[in-house]
């Protein structure tokens, strides 16, 4: 059941520019040559919690999971 439909018109967007952090300064990814973008869109994200609750132990090298 929806409660709401929203429908957009696209002449009332407004463009959102995505600014990253690369060589150490900030600019905007639609600055970014061809090679550049591609490099930015494929990145993977993480969080500390989530990436240390699924390594394994690395002093011993066995499959115990750290809690």
Known sequence: MKMFETTLDNTKR???????????YCRPVSNFNKGKK??????????????LSSMECLDCHCEQKIA
Do not use: L
């Open 14 to 24: 407004t463009k959102c520019e995505i600014w990253t952090r690369a060589m150490g």
């Open 38 to 51: 591609s490099e930015f869109y494929e990145r993977k994200y993480f969080t500390e919690q989530k990436t």
